[in-house]
């Protein structure tokens, strides 16, 4: 299924709910020479779970990378159902409302939490899972197999929202907010999680002439980054005033890459709220006692990346104009 | 009860914790010519309310002040007892194991809720409530009569974190995290209130330098103030680095005086937490949107004091010293 590599390239399972930052983060994965993509699933958000596949498959096909396999996983969350995307942020289709070529192939016949498992054993001790959907897939494969996290080397998760609102209520992030019960699965099992929160995620963006170097870009797939783009910069201008984009997915896979490196990424205690009142999906983290500096609580597993060294948009920009071309011949 | 006075001297009711940043408020108001103290409740929170009314009649006694009616408000919490106060912040006795002299005067017969009550119809349209402490009182009073909210011209209270962590949770700070079922009744009665959260009361600090100047005050209240604050500045060392601390108590009222002048206050939905789960007792405040500058939500009726014009320090100090030394003639 995945063709011969350096061994230096660490094996990397992408959950998504592709979406358009969620292309970007792809596009990213695909050009990152310390990685090696070796399974996508995709889980109801942006657009739903089945869609978001589609989405996944031509846009790997436009990078020459069919060899990817792509399992569909949940399209209703753990204790509530999907009830639609957010077609005036990521258009209908999800990608801007870009028409891509179909690629002339189908997901793969075992859903996205068994994708994950199969490539956990594959890659045992190796697999690095980064996350930019709700993590539904991820607490499906826990749920199924309780010692996955034994044989998982990194979990990324772009999620939450620590110090800063949420975007789906006063609190709560779209990841984290949409399967709370997931999310609460994910951190209390036995991994350390690196959690990506909209706090740095808004404070990084791509503007208008970072959009106009993609269109011109010799990858067929990163061009199409460029299109969609443009429906995603008008939602962002109540916000920041200007065409732009906040840069939510693709910090995540930076991270997981090494592309950029965090500054201020604290282990905190992090608890979910998964009940059913006002704070339902917030990330409640205890940043308690950091004025002074970022400190590790002692016991706290996950880190919550709050500070980035450097921005990641021209490191995300340099990364997809030099993505080669002729991918297909790849 | 009362003293003749300007009638441009606006009537204000306190409830409080007394407390050192209670009492540095207490001494603020009295030291106001803007307003006239015309009674003060108490409530358990730094310490009980029995001792917090103690503290409160000392201080005044202090000031030559034996006319302001204290009445003990509730000792218990609407939905939870009571379990101690925090004698590690504010001493064993409230006042940073300070002796005071002890007034010779005991508490109203009537309950706090009840001077409330009888100071809303006394001074009708005129009374503004400050509170420093867990509502608890005020939602006795709401209780008992429904119309209160018409008898009112403001409510400022101190309490709430929006975008900073709590001080007794991650997420809950202490006033409202120890009366949640209080302060839901708060903000659904039918009067706008200033909430005074620890984004902005943690930004404001008393340093030692002001501290030694209260030392050499002309007033006794405020020489005592002085001398309480040295416990209360060991608290803050690990949190700010240095002997100092933040002015939670003297800034709700400070705003309520208008001595102050909040700068980013927007009107926003504001909801209580008020479940068992973990964001228990946070306020949780609709700040989305306020990226580009404050904004007021419409339909909002709530104020959230975000940042101050200038430091409130400098102010509070300056008006505590022209408090004048020979007070027990007035």
Do not use: K
Not at 116 to 130: K, N
Not at 200 to 213: G, H, I, K, M, S
């Amino acid at each position: 299924m995945t063709l011969a590599r350096p061994a230096s390239r660490r094996p990397v399972y992408f959950d998504c709910d592709t979406g358009i930052d969620d292309s970007l983060a792809l596009a990213y994965l695909l050009a990152s020479p310390e990685i090696d993509l070796v399974g996508v699933g995709t889980v109801s958000g942006n657009i739903d779970a089945t869609q978001a596949a589609r989405n996944t498959l031509d846009l790997l096909q436009l990078a020459g990378r069919g060899d990817v396999p792509v399992a569909v996983g949940a399209h209703d969350f753990l204790a509530r159902r999907f009830t639609g995307g957010v077609p005036w942020i990521h258009g209908h289709n999800g990608v801007g409302d870009v028409t891509l070529p179909t690629a002339p192939r189908d997901p793969e016949a075992q859903d996205a939490a068994d994708l994950l498992r199969a490539l956990a054993h594959q890659h045992e001790g190796e697999l690095s899972i980064v996350t930019v959907g709700p993590t539904t897939n991820i607490a499906t494969a826990l749920a199924r197999e309780p010692g996955l996290p034994g044989l998982i080397r990194s979990v990324t998760t772009m999620g939450g929202a620590a110090l800063v609102p949420g975007n789906i209520s006063p609190v709560a992030e779209a990841n984290i907010g949409n399967d709370p019960e997931a999310a609460v699965m994910l951190l209390d099992a036995a991994w350390n999680c690196t959690l990506v929160p909209l706090d740095v995620t808004l404070e990084n963006q791509l503007f208008e002439r970072d959009r106009q170097a993609l269109l011109e870009a010799p990858s067929a797939l990163v061009r199409a980054l460029g299109a969609m783009l443009d429906v995603y910069f008008d939602y962002y201008v109540p916000l920041y005033g200007e065409r732009s984009c906040a840069l939510h997915d693709p910090m995540a896979a930076a991270i997981a890459v090494g592309g950029v490196e965090a500054v201020r990424a604290p282990a905190v205690e992090i608890v979910i709220d998964a009940t059913d009142g006002p704070g339902r999906g917030q990330t409640i983290c205890d940043l308690r006692g950091q004025r002074l500096g970022p400190v590790d609580r002692p016991g706290a597993r996950h880190r919550i990346v709050l500070e980035l060294a450097s921005p990641l948009g021209p490191h995300l920009v340099e990364r997809l104009l030099a993505f080669d071309g002729p991918e297909a011949a790849r």
